[in-house]
Structure formats: structure tokens, C-alpha cells
């Protein structure tokens, strides 16, 4: 008798822990967006992909920012296609050149008369330099996006209430911002090894962090608010450029342990577009709910000093 419930009873449990722990709240907005614009960076596969597929549903005009013309323009036909609607358009965007950053703001200042939402949400875990010389992972997570959302910043008070969503991850807990690297070496971290790069990747998410912590406080008495969220695991691309054994760990432990991309994109959903968290903005979400986080993502005095630094290596 004990072992005939036992393994449904152990499934039943699965599920709920899955449900509740892994899955979590997704979001209940009904908010529509005819007539809104909306960019979503590094939109062509993961969490991106969903987000702007959810977007184009609710009637927005959703511009997709991807590094390579071939994914972005696949990815496309796939987000018309699911979402039904043909208000979609690829831009070419890659965040690793600070050059393709600007010629990408002002082919879009010149084109969309609006901009409402812009999600800032390509990401990658990879080492090495971008095209300016920047540790790559700083470059990409973090410089990249600062100056892509400076750019904008005009657009989206002229259209406010507009909002920013930043997505950073649970992995800024174990980041920290070391400006004497940055200055020296235009990199977060020196090392090369595996746990360096697990702390590199940290630390570019606690650039997120605080950034849209400096970032509310500079718009205050504008109508644009910003949050920055983590997403949950998720099973997507992002580990695609790590070791073999942690892929084949991530992949197997993936199935159950991590959400699917839909799922995955429910808290960049609810911070695009809930009624009324206005009032929460610069703060870090996950599971739908604001967080608190550890004093070090909402260090004013880190925060304004990465503001200083990253103007600095942009040049505005
Ligand atoms: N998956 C998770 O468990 C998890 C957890 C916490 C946070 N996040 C965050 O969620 C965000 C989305 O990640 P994901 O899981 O959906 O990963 P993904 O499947 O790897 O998608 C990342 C996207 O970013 C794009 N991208 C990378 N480098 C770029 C560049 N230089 N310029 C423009 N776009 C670039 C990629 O384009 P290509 O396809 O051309 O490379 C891709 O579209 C990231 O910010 C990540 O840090 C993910
Ligand atoms: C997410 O939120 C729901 C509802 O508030 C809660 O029941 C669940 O435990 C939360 N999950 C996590 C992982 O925080
Ligand atoms: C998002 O993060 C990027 C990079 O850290 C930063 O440039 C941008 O200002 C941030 N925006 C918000 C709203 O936090």
C-alpha cells in the first residue's frame, strides 16, 4: 500500500515544486500596446524571442536588435508568424561595437517616430575583447546597453510614461565592480579560468543593477521608470559558449530544473508592462515581485561611479 502512493505521491510533489519553485508567478497584465513601440535587444532566440513574440501579440510595434542579419532576419518570420502580426521589423544591432550601437540609435531616431518600452536583454557568457577593446562580457551585459540606452533616453521622455527594462540575473550576488581593473584594463577581471569567468558574468549583472539604480535616480521628474530583473533559469542559447561539462550538466539538469523560454520571459513581461510599479522604479525584480537586494547593488556612490566611468569609455 505504501509504495503504490509512493510514486504518485512523488510525482504530485515534482510537479508542485516545479510549479512553484522553478516556474513561479507569470505575468497578469492585460495591458495593450496599439500604437506603442517597443525595442528588444538580443531578440532573434531565448528569452528575447519570447518577450518579443508576447509583445507583437498585445499590439505593439516591435523592433528586433540583433547582431547577425541571417538569425535576425530568421527570427522574423518566426515572431510574424507566432504572433500574428506584421508590426515587427529586424534592425541590425551588435552590442560588442560601440560604433554599431550609435549607427543603430540613429537609424532608429530617424525611422520610428516613437520608442515606449525599450528592453534591454541580449546577453552573453563568453570571454574575450570586443571590437573596442572592452572585456567582452563588461562590453556586451553593460557597455554596450548604457550607451544604447543614453542614445534613446531623449525618445522615451518626449513618448513617457515610457519604461526600460534591464535584464540582469541572480548572478550579480557574486559580482563586484573592481574600478582599478576597469581603469587599467578595460575589463572586469583579469583571470582567464573558468571561475573567473562565472565571476566576470557576475559582475557585469551587478552592472545592470546598478545602473538602473543611478538610472531612476536621474530620471526622476521625467516619466520614464526602470527595473532590472532576474528571468529565473532558463533554458536557452546562454550556455552555449561555456565548458563541455557544464553544458552537459545544464543541459540534463536543464529538463526539470530550469524554465522554458515562455516562462522564462514573465518578469521582463511584467515589468514592461504592469499598471502601477511605477512607483517601484530602479528596483530589481524576480518571480513578478520586487526584491530586495544586498547594499552592494544599491551602492550610490558604485553606481555613480560606474555611471562616471562608462561615459568616459563612450565618450558622451
Ligand atoms: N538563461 C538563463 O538561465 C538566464 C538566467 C539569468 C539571466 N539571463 C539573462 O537573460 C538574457 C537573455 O539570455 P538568454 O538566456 O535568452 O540567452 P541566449 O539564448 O543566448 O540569447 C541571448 C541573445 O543575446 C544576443 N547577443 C549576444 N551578444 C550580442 C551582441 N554583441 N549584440 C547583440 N546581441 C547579442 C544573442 O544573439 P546571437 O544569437 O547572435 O548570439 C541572443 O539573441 C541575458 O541578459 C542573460 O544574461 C539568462
Ligand atoms: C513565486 O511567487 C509565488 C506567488 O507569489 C510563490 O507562491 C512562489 O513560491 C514564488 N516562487 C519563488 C521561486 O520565489
Ligand atoms: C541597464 O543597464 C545598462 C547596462 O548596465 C545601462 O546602461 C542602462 O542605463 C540600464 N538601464 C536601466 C533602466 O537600468
Known amino acids: 500500500m505504501f509504495y503504490i502512493l509512493l510514486v504518485p505521491g512523488l510525482v504530485v510533489l515534482a510537479y508542485v515544486f516545479r510549479q512553484v519553485v522553478v516556474i513561479g508567478r507569470s505575468c497578469k497584465s492585460n495591458t495593450k500596446l496599439h500604437g506603442k513601440t517597443v525595442i528588444v535587444t538580443g531578440s532573434n532566440t531565448g528569452i528575447g524571442k519570447t518577450t518579443a513574440i508576447e509583445l507583437a501579440k498585445r499590439g505593439a510595434r516591435v523592433i528586433l536588435a540583433c547582431r547577425s542579419k541571417q538569425r535576425g532576419e530568421a527570427a522574423l518570420q518566426d515572431v510574424k508568424r507566432e504572433s500574428g502580426s506584421n508590426q515587427v521589423v529586424f534592425m541590425q544591432l551588435d552590442l560588442a561595437s560601440l560604433k554599431s550601437v550609435r549607427s543603430f540609435a540613429e537609424n532608429f531616431l530617424k525611422t520610428e517616430p516613437r520608442l515606449d518600452i525599450l528592453i534591454n536583454n541580449a546577453g552573453l557568457y563568453m570571454m574575450g ?170 551602492d550610490d556612490a558604485a553606481s555613480k561611479k560606474l555611471w562616471e566611468i562608462s561615459e568616459r569609455f563612450c565618450g558622451i
Not at 522615451?156 to 563586484?176: D, F, I, Y
Not at 521608470?225 to 565548458?243: F, M, V, W
Not at 522564462?264 to 522604479?281: F, K, M, N, V
Open 129 to 298: 575583447r570586443t571590437e573596442d577593446g572592452f572585456g567582452m562580457m563588461f562590453g556586451v551585459n553593460h557597455l554596450g546597453h548604457f550607451l544604447l540606452t543614453n542614445l534613446l533616453l531623449d525618445r522615451l521622455k518626449e513618448c513617457g510614461p515610457s519604461r526600460v527594462v534591464n535584464v540582469s540575473s541572480t548572478a550579480h550576488n557574486w559580482g563586484r565592480v573592481d574600478f582599478d581593473c576597469l581603469n587599467t584594463h578595460r575589463t572586469l577581471r583579469k583571470g582567464t579560468s573558468m571561475l573567473d569567468s562565472f565571476g566576470i558574468y557576475g559582475d557585469s549583472k551587478l552592472c545592470n543593477v546598478l545602473f538602473t539604480h543611478e538610472l531612476a535616480k536621474r530620471l526622476k521628474g521625467t516619466k520614464v521608470t526602470c527595473y532590472s530583473l532576474h528571468p529565473g533559469g532558463i533554458k536557452t542559447e546562454l550556455q552555449r559558449n561555456a565548458d563541455a561539462t557544464v553544458q552537459m550538466i545544464l543541459s540534463n539538469l536543464g529538463k526539470f530544473f530550469f524554465k522554458t523560454p515562455l516562462q522564462g520571459s514573465q518578469t521582463t513581461l511584467h515589468c514592461a508592462l504592469q499598471e502601477g510599479i511605477e512607483h517601484l522604479s530602479g528596483r530589481y525584480f524576480s518571480n513578478c515581485t520586487a526584491r530586495s537586494v544586498y547594499a552592494k547593488a544599491r
